[in-house]
């Protein structure tokens, strides 16, 4: 399953304190079972000191790979330990509006 190999690479690259991998794509106008639409809690204090951007685009460079072939869209909520024990939940994720759904 592409969340497992999402989770692994993940889990190797990064120091991970707080990891949850969603596949939300049958929220979306996709075939059931699909693999594409993910959201991801990332948790790390590989962040400590970068803005978001930055963030983002340590994952992006991990899952490389994935974003250029079925991952179709990341949700990405990334976060410090200090700034995750403020917060403790990422924000829940839009409903769609894509496709047939418009």
Known sequence: MLKDVIEQKINTDFKVSHLTVENESHNHNVPAGSESHFKVILVSDDFKGL???????????????????????????TYDQQAWDKVEKAPDSPDCMGGSKK
């Open 51 to 77: 803005n978001k951007v930055k963030q983002h685009q340590l994952v992006y460079k991990v899952l490389a790979d994935e974003l250029a072939g079925e991952v179709h869209a990341l949700a990405l909520h």
